[in-house]
T-cell receptor, first 115, second 110 residues
């Protein structure tokens, strides 16, 4: 399957600071990338869909000004959690869709802890 | 009604047995169906996808799709303890978004 990387794999930050998470598709061009959040023992929750060169589409209830998404190239999308609070602590996972198929491949995830 | 439904489990099977995981979906227009495996603390890994009615086999895994009944299943033959994980069923919506079920936890007993 396709390879998707995420950086960092884990991060601890203080309340009120911002954190940037990078998602890269390493061996294919990803027209569309997706950002998910997963709380312990819960299923994946789609936060937003990121299309290269255009604004991200956010799911209902997700604050676009708090979770800034940039998809500047076909291989890189970033998620910035602004003014993080402890309730933002979660497992953030990106996925990439190959331009020529429907399959989504997930990155390894970033575990964010806000103290 | 949830769009994609799965029994949360856990489904417990002995090593070497066949594990059968089921999933139903509500959108009749869905075209693409996926099974992901997620180990605790890890991200999901794509293990099977199926687009047409019938069976699709890949090694020990077989995906089965029945669009008329709106269900998709995953069979794991010769189950191993390393197969113990949560299995997520996902269905393509009209866009490229995937709708995930809440997952079925599988336990394979040695």
């Amino acid at each position: 399957g396709a390879v998707v990387s995420q950086h960092p794999s884990w991060v601890i930050c203080k309340s009120g600071t911002s954190v940037k998470i990078e998602c890269r598709s390493l061996d294919f061009q990803a027209t569309t990338m997706f950002w998910y959040r997963q709380f312990p023992k819960q299923s994946l929750m789609l936060m937003a869909t990121s299309n290269e060169g255009s604004k991200a589409t956010y799911e209902q209830g997700v604050e676009k000004d708090k979770f800034l998404i940039n998809h500047a190239s076909l291989t890189l999308s970033t998620l910035t959690v602004t003014s993080a609070h402890p309730e933002d602590s979660s497992f953030y996972i990106c996925s990439s869709r190959d331009s020529y198929s429907y399959e989504q491949y997930f990155g390894p995830g970033t575990r964010l802890t806000v103290t | 009604q949830k769009e994609v439904e799965q029994n949360s489990g856990p489904l417990s099977v002995p090593e070497g047995a066949i594990a059968s995981l089921n999933c139903t979906y509500s959108d009749r227009g869905s075209q693409s169906f996926f099974w992901y495996r997620q180990y605790s603390g890890k991200s999901p890994e794509l293990i099977m996808f199926i687009y047409s009615n019938g069976d699709k086999e890949d090694g020990r895994f077989t995906a089965q799709l029945n669009k008329a009944s709106q269900y998709v299943s995953l069979l794991i033959r010769d189950s191993q303890p390393s197969d113990s994980a949560t299995y997520l069923c996902a269905v393509n919506s009209s866009s490229y978004k995937l709708i995930f079920g809440s997952g079925t936890r599988l336990l394979v007993r040695p």
